[in-house]
Each structure stands twice: as structure tokens, then as C-alpha cells.
């Protein structure tokens, strides 16, 4: 059920692919929107085992040798590095054919909705098959009886009454979310998409919500101690898209570094340090007289604020400074 829930997600986008193709009057949509999927997830499915493995090397190779990076179980895969890796290997194959079949249209802005939905179905694959009988993707149990239906919760299929909750659709119903907003956009203002980098902003505010998600699963295989390797990656490429922004903006400026320029670089690395303080209360809580879950999750949604603004003031500035996308 969890591979039809895939196969799914990779028809509709592919469908939705191709639409958004025609509606730009780009040449061949069909052959573009079948290749860039293709493309997408064979380099997704790459890059999500080589992260996984990598971030946990110390303790897979002992064990496994180089046949780690071959063992198909759905737990030793990095969800970052499978987004990641989509991005990536449709933003190269976009790149070969841009000027010989897409014309002037932005294939890669207009990609990210779908990639986003992509995503979500993903997540949503989690609530079947192994997944389910893992409890794979849940947070904390549920007390209380009103929350235990799906999809709020997941049931335990062990131990019937049992009830988790499901953080897998929050991560598909935002990343849903952020799809149809990104379209909505992209009907509004033509050059969200044909003149600007409307895909590497929905890369980081999927990044960003993911920090959060990922601090509320209960079972993470992919972990170092008390640090999420999830959570480290997303980090990395929030501040990693706000440093592009800035490096880009202040090119076609012709100006020299300076604080001006460092202040939203500045403000992601106050941030993210932040959340690690925060994730470290929430691991050991005695460290910090004992602090509750609810203040702790709070000071987080402060750091998560922090960097959208950062993101926000960089992103303006490139907007204003450096029409060029890439």
C-alpha cells in the first residue's frame, strides 16, 4: 500500500507537471514533465540512502559493511536528503534542456509546487504498511479521547486503544499547504516564477517547518545522542539559501562584506543555536531547572520566527538588488 501511495503521489505531480508546462506554452511537456521526474527520483532515492548512511557510518559499517547503502529498510533513509536530492536532479536535467525545449519559462519555479505535493505524499505513505505496524512518524501518546481519529492520531495495531500522534500529516498538510500557495502566487504574480526563486523559497520554509516536525517524532532513527541529524540538515539548508541570498544580492551590488550584509547570516546562527539549547532542554530537562515541554517548544517557535525573518530580509534584498536566479 505504501509503494501505490508512492506511485500516486509521482503520477499526480507528474500530471500537474505537465499541465503547468502547457499553461507556459512550453515545448514538449510531456517529455519534460516524464524526465524530470525520472530524473528527480533516482537522484532522491541516491541521496536519501547516501545521507542516512553517512550520518550514522559509525554504526552501520560495523555492522553492515558496504552493503548498508544497499538495505531497503524504509527507516534507513534520510527524508532531507530524498527532498534534496529531487531538487537537484530535476533542477540539472531542467538546466540541460532550458534552452532547447522550455523556452523562457522558469521549469524549476514551476516545478517546486510538485515537488512539494511530491513530498507530502511521501509523508502520507508513513500511515501504511510497515510504517504503521512501526509507529513510524508518530510523536507523543494521546490522552486525550477526543483527539484519538486518525488523522490527528494513529492507532497502535499492537494495542488496540492505543493512540499517536501523527506527525506525518502535519508535515504533508503543510507541505501541501505550501504547494497550493506557491500556485496561488505563481496565478497572481507571473514573475514569482518566471523572474525570480519562488523554489528555493519553498525549499527553505519546508526546511524550516521540518526542524519543528522533527523534534515532535518519537522515534528517530537517525540521531547522534540528543541531536536530530533531520533537524541539523534542514539547518544547514536554511542558512545555507539565506548565505546564497546574501552572496548573490550583495555580487550584483559590487559591494564589500560588511555587517549590513552579515545581519541576516548573523541572525540564522543566533537562531539555530537557540534550537540546539532547546533540544537539549527537551532531552534533559533537569539541566534547566526542570523546564516544561510547552516553554521549551514556545522559545522554538521564537528561533523558527527569527530565521523566516532573516529569510524574509534577505530574500527582499535580492529581490530589490539582483534579478538574476541563479
Known amino acids: 500500500m505504501t509503494f501505490m501511495v508512492y506511485l500516486a503521489g509521482l503520477v499526480l505531480t507528474t500530471l500537474l507537471f505537465r499541465y503547468r508546462l502547457r499553461l507556459c506554452r512550453s515545448e514538449r511537456p510531456w517529455l519534460t514533465a516524464v524526465l ?17 548512511v553517512l550520518c550514522q557510518l559509525p554504526r552501520l559499517w560495523p555492522l553492515y559493511g558496504f552493503a548498508c547503502f544497499i538495505q531497503t529498510d524504509i527507516n534507513q533513509f534520510s527524508f532531507t536528503g530524498l527532498a534534496f536530492g529531487m531538487m537537484l536532479g530535476a533542477r540539472l536535467f ?5 534552452s532547447t525545449s522550455t523556452g523562457t519559462v522558469d521549469t524549476v519555479n514551476l516545478y517546486a509546487p510538485c515537488w512539494a505535493i511530491m513530498l507530502a505524499f511521501v509523508r502520507f505513505g508513513e500511515h501504511f504498511g510497515e510504517h504503521a505496524a512501526q509507529l ?3 510523536g ?4 486525550d479521547p477526543a483527539h484519538m481519529f486518525f488523522p490527528v492520531a494513529q492507532a ?15 508535515e504533508c498538510f503543510f507541505a501541501l499547504l505550501a504547494a497550493v500557495v506557491t500556485m496561488i502566487i505563481h496565478r497572481i504574480d507571473r514573475q514569482s516564477w518566471d523572474k525570480r526563486f519562488s523554489a528555493e523559497r519553498l525549499a527553505f520554509y519546508l526546511a524550516l517547518f521540518q526542524i519543528f516536525c522533527q523534534s515532535l517524532r518519537a522515534n528517530d532513527p537517525n540521531k547522534w545522542l540528543f541531536v536530530r541529524a533531520e533537524q541539523v540538515l534542514c539547518a544547514a539548508v536554511c542558512l545555507g539559501l539565506v548565505l546564497r541570498y546574501t552572496h548573490l544580492t550583495r555580487k550584483a ?7 549590513y550584509w552579515f545581519l541576516p547570516t548573523l541572525g540564522m546562527i543566533v537562531a539555530i543555536l537557540l534550537l540546539v539549547l532547546v533540544e537539549l532542554a527537551l532531552d534533559k530537562p533537569y539541566y534547566f531547572n526542570d523546564i516544561s515541554r510547552g516553554v521549551c517548544y514556545g522559545i522554538m517557535g521564537g528561533g523558527l520566527l527569527i ?20
Open 136 to 138: 513510524y512518524g508518530v
Open 140 to 143: 507523543s501518546m494521546v490522552e
Open 36 to 52: 524530470t521526474q525520472v530524473c528527480a527520483v533516482f537522484l532522491g532515492v541516491i541521496l536519501s540512502k547516501t545521507v542516512f
Open 253 to 259: 551590488k559590487n559591494e564589500a562584506f560588511s555587517f
Open 94 to 98: 531542467l538546466s540541460l534542456i532550458d
Open 156 to 170: 497502535n495495531p499492537a494495542y488496540p486503544g492505543e493512540w499517536f500522534y501523527a506527525v506525518f500529516m502535519l
Open 307 to 326: 530565521m523566516a525573518v532573516m529569510e524574509f530580509i534577505a530574500a527582499a534584498r535580492r529581490t530589490r538588488y539582483a534579478l538574476r536566479k541563479y
